[in-house]
């Protein structure tokens, strides 16, 4: 049975065969999905640490410098966000940073 990879994406080929559901070839498949899902969304882009602090400090945050670390710290949103140094940013861990700063 030949998988596209937008159907591996999409998981639209168990629909195609419902019993499929039920065997052991199924259980290796969808690890075998799970894998090469990692492996298309984790060599994400990059994002510059540059952006990523500006569009922080624009909401209010302060960028406090550390050792690997930087930490945003917001004087009316509560917690500290670890931001890491380094020129470049991977973009998933970009948007956890903005998603816990509240800006997506």
């Known amino acids: 049975m030949y998988i596209s990879l937008s159907q591996i994406l999409s998981n639209s080929?168990?629909?195609k065969d419902p019993d499929?559901?039920?065997?052991?070839?199924?259980?290796?498949?969808m690890l075998t999905i799970r894998v090469i899902r990692v492996m298309l969304y984790s060599g994400g882009e990059e994002v510059q640490r540059t952006?990523?602090?500006r569009k922080l400090k624009k909401?209010?945050?302060n960028?406090?410098?550390g050792g690997k670390?930087?930490?945003?710290?917001?004087?009316?949103?509560?917690?500290k966000?670890?931001?890491p140094n380094g020129s470049a940013?991977?973009?998933t861990t970009a948007r956890g940073i903005l998603k816990a700063a509240g800006l997506i």
Not at 69 to 79: D, I, L, R, V
């Open 13 to 15: 080929f168990i629909a």
């Open 20 to 29: 499929l559901k039920n065997t052991e070839i199924f259980h290796r498949k």
């Open 63 to 65: 960028i406090a410098p």
């Open 59 to 61: 909401d209010g945050w």
């Open 81 to 83: 966000i670890p931001i």
């Open 89 to 91: 940013i991977k973009d």
């Open 51 to 53: 952006e990523l602090v």
């Open 69 to 79: 670390h930087g930490m945003a710290t917001h004087p009316t949103k509560p917690g």
